[in-house]
């Protein structure tokens, strides 16, 4: 599948690091979305972009920074991270940011803070 | 905020027969309900979705159900087969922007 791709796929970083994660949609959809994974929780989402505008952030600590240039594009930038965010972190996109419709998600980052 | 439970952690069913994963949410003001699929190692992916003005939704083996004033929805799959082992997420979502998902039902389907 290469609707939605994510780069790196993993990423190993120290605390005092800074890193970045890309997500890129090639489906030209409107609203892309930033999820954590770890074992612990289910799939908490991170952010929400609606036509490029955060619409959502959870609650989320300053040290994870979303960026939306354009629509088809996300970053997650990284800096001073803790052990415990060592996670999978998914990016996902949908057609319809409004009424609700399908996530398609990217295959993950598999992130681990050392 | 909506908080979304998500019962049995973990089923076991015999090839051929049926899997029911139930769901209940707590903001009455949801309105999209999604269950999604995912693989060891892979992403998840959407099976079937549901609509605050609908009851029920079929697709060949898969069903779900919503009950909007108990606010609750289930999965049903019927004639399971050795491929349909997975975690299987519910979610719920209001505006289509914030999506809470389930804790996750772990199926297995012995042969």
């Known amino acids: 599948e290469t609707g939605v791709t994510q780069t790196p796929r993993h990423l190993v970083m120290g605390m005092t690091n800074k890193k970045s994660l890309k997500c890129e949609q090639h489906l030209g959809h409107n609203a892309m979305y930033w999820y954590k994974q770890s074992a612990k929780k289910p799939l908490e989402l991170m952010f929400v972009y609606s036509l490029e505008e955060r619409v959502e952030n959870n609650s989320v600590p300053s040290r994870f920074s979303p960026e939306c240039p354009n629509s088809s594009h996300l970053f997650l930038h990284l800096h001073t991270l803790q052990p415990e965010d060592s996670a999978l972190y998914l990016c996902?996109?949908?057609?319809?940011?409004?009424?609700?419709?399908?996530?398609?998600f990217g295959p993950g980052t598999r992130l681990t803070v050392t | 905020g909506e908080n979304v439970e998500q019962h049995p952690s973990t089923l076991s069913v015999q090839e051929g027969d049926s899997a029911v994963i139930k769901c209940t949410y707590s903001?009455?003001?949801?309105?999209?309900f999604p269950w999604y699929k995912q693989e060891l190692g892979k992403r998840p992916q959407l099976i079937i979705d549901i609509r605050s003005n609908v009851g029920e939704k079929k697709d060949q083996r898969i069903a779900v159900t919503l009950n909007k004033t108990a606010k609750h929805f289930s999965l049903h799959i019927t004639e399971t087969q050795p491929e349909d082992s997975a975690v299987y997420f519910c979610a719920a979502s209001n505006r289509g922007q914030n999506f809470v998902f389930g804790p996750g039902t772990r199926l297995s389907v012995l042969p």
């Open positions: 996902a996109s949908s057609r319809d940011p409004v009424v609700g419709s399908e996530q398609y």
């Open positions: 903001d009455s003001a949801s309105n999209y």
